[in-house]
């Protein structure tokens, strides 16, 4: 459904413009500048309406085309008001009592200043507004198809029929809640609708038009498109809109709906960012899609790449995608991409243009497993103040092939210890899968020692946290050698970050966990338990439960992934900074919807035929 403006009160427009003009006095005021125009031109024809004479009586008007170039920005919004419901009068690109009016609407809904102009701007604005709101109905009805799906296969078997009256309470969504009744029975709408409510109250535009952003893409990914709409409305940095596309096209592959995910894909308004978002789609589909297609991708890749100008960027891209592919095995496929980007080179026109793409080219090329290649292709680069990239891509590849020792010798390269010390322990990982735990052991213990000279803070804290998830599993592959679970325990008690620290021990009992060690997990979930305790800010702990249940849900256990979202969800509930509040209540919204939809899934899947 469409946003439906005041539509009665345009018929009297003398009246509703002294109101307006007397109400915008007292309007919130924000600004909004975008700085792209929109990838689809909007479609020409309108709206039929009305308007009132000078005399007062009312006459039926037509839409007509702009007599000008000066008033196609005028046309342009007199479409898209009428498109969403706050213009009934002639579209026909001339600037009236009417047409401002509609405008002073539209700007106090979605809280810009309210002053009735027809710029550019506005025109950009609403464009980019109706795309959105396009898909946010697509989705709608996509997600409405869905759940439809999963109902009849639920009501099918009687043992499941209970688990579609608890989903039909937690996803309905009649009518506003208040907090109190939204807390006391949280739904994820009603969640969505505290978060924008809070979001009213954030005092910075840019910090209240990021939690926006989170609001539109959770809004959008449960199938609330009224309300994503409303929201989009509000949002005035089209950067986060684009960034809310992206995630909502992420969120609609990960659902296996890849037309709709490619739908938010070719609404982005910048061609670069489409490709982005593409090869993010593609990565989900290569990953999870059993019927996935390398060949389509290479086509519809190129259909994206057309709109990018540059060579570089479009380097950067292909072996980006290449490196996608290849880690789903499909070698061939990655090497042609490599192949095509390599071809780019000759449109290059600056060394360090040249340099920038030999490295993508480089890393690609070790991502593919090709390390040698890649440390061929590095050398051909004239300044090599920047090869830490490669290099770590290069040892990865190689320790992932089986070529410990040169992994190693590519790894004491890398002069920058925060990236040696990450390698190292990727290294120890793949040679304890391989059974080489001695090996892994000695790997292992540089790698700490390079850890320890690390002088940021975080990144330190980063080192140690994939050093004690290396040791984790490294002690699962050797069950005989009960100390290396203690170094993993160890190396994570040097985490100084509490949020990493806690999320690095809940991973560790959930791996100790499934490899039936549950000593090790009782031992590991303690310690979780409390560096969850120590996190300062409830926000983070939300954030950090919330990404512990998604993990469990993709694993399909569901059980542990709702315990995990109860202590989420009842930490959000204390939150009442607005920025917080509305943050958490977005991801809590979000995480809700995945379970519900993942919990619905399994029953689908169960019920007998």
């Excluded at 979001?199 to 609001?215: T, Y």
């Excluded at 809700?592 to 169960?606: N, P, W």
């Amino acid at each position: 459904m469409r946003p439906q403006g005041p539509v009665a009160i345009f018929i009297m427009t003398g009246i509703l413009c002294t109101a307006t003009h007397l109400w915008a006095a007292n309007a919130p005021v924000s600004t909004f500048s975008p700085t792209f125009s929109p990838a689809i031109s909007p479609t020409s024809g309108g709206l039929a309406g009305f308007e009132t004479a000078a005399g007062g009586d009312i006459r039926r008007a037509e839409p007509q085309a702009p007599s000008g170039p000066a008033k196609n920005h005028i046309f342009t919004i007199q479409e898209e008001l009428a498109n969403q419901g706050f213009y009934l009068g002639p579209i026909d690109g001339r600037m009236g009592l009417q047409t401002e009016a509609a405008i002073r609407a539209y700007q106090a809904s979605a809280d810009l200043k309210v002053d009735g102009k027809a710029t550019e701007n506005l025109a950009r604005d609403l464009v980019t507004g109706g795309q959105v709101n396009k898909l946010l109905k697509r989705l709608e009805d996509s997600r409405a198809r869905t759940i439809e799906r999963a109902r009849d296969a639920l009501l099918a078997n009687p043992k499941t029929r209970n688990l579609l009256e608890e989903q039909d309470q937690l996803g309905s969504s009649t009518g506003e809640p208040n907090t109190k009744a939204c807390m006391a029975n949280p739904k994820p709408r009603c969640l969505l609708i505290e978060a924008a409510s809070s979001a009213r109250d954030i005092d910075k535009p840019e910090m209240r038009d990021w939690a926006l952003g989170e609001i539109l893409a959770a809004q959008a990914r449960s199938g609330f498109a009224q309300d994503a709409t409303a929201t989009t409305r509000r949002i005035h940095d089209p950067r986060l809109i684009m960034v809310a596309l992206r995630d909502i096209a992420k969120a609609r592959a990960e659902s296996g709906e890849l037309e709709d995910a490619l739908a938010a894909v070719d609404i982005i308004p910048d061609a670069y960012k489409q490709a982005e978002a593409y090869i993010h789609i593609t990565e989900i589909q290569a990953q999870e899609n059993p019927q996935f297609d390398p060949a389509q991708t290479e086509d519809q890749l190129g259909r994206y790449l057309d709109n990018v100008p540059s060579a570089l960027s479009q380097i950067s891209l292909y072996t980006r995608i290449a490196g996608v592919l290849a880690k789903a095995g499909f070698e061939p496929q990655a090497i042609r991409h490599i192949e095509a980007a390599e071809r780019l080179l000759a449109d290059l026109k600056t060394t360090e243009e040249t340099d920038k793409a030999l490295r993508y080219i480089a890393a690609s090329y070790a991502e593919s497993g090709m390390a040698k290649k890649a440390l061929e292709v590095l050398g051909r680069v004239e300044n090599g103040s920047a090869d830490t990239p490669v290099l770590v891509a290069a040892a990865t590849g190689l320790a992932q092939s089986g070529e410990a020792s040169a992994a190693l010798i590519t790894a004491d390269s890398i002069e920058t210890v925060r990236y040696r010390a990450l390698v190292l322990a990727r290294i120890a990982a793949f040679q304890g899968g391989a059974g080489l735990i001695d090996e892994a052991r000695e790997t292992l213990v540089k790698a700490k020692k390079d850890a320890a000279k690390i002088k940021f803070p975080f990144a330190k804290a980063y080192a140690f946290s994939r050093i004690s998830l290396a040791y984790n599993d490294v002690s699962i592959s050797a069950a005989k050698a009960p100390d290396l679970f203690e170094q993993s325990v160890e190396a994570a008690h040097l985490i100084t970050d509490e949020r990493l620290k806690a999320h690095i021990f809940w991973t560790i009992a959930d791996e100790r966990r499934r490899a039936a060690d549950l000593t090790g997990a009782t031992r590991a979930q303690d310690a979780a338990d409390t560096a969850t305790d120590d996190i300062l800010s409830p926000f983070s702990r939300v954030w950090m439960l919330c990404d512990i249940a998604i993990e469990r849900t993709k694993r399909l256990e569901n059980d542990g992934a709702w315990s995990v979202f109860n202590l989420a969800l009842d930490e959000a509930k204390t939150i009442r900074n607005p920025w917080g509040r509305a943050r958490a209540l977005s991801k809590v919204a979000a995480t809700m919807t995945t379970l519900m939809d993942q919990t619905a899934q399994t029953a689908q899947t169960s019920v007998p035929k």
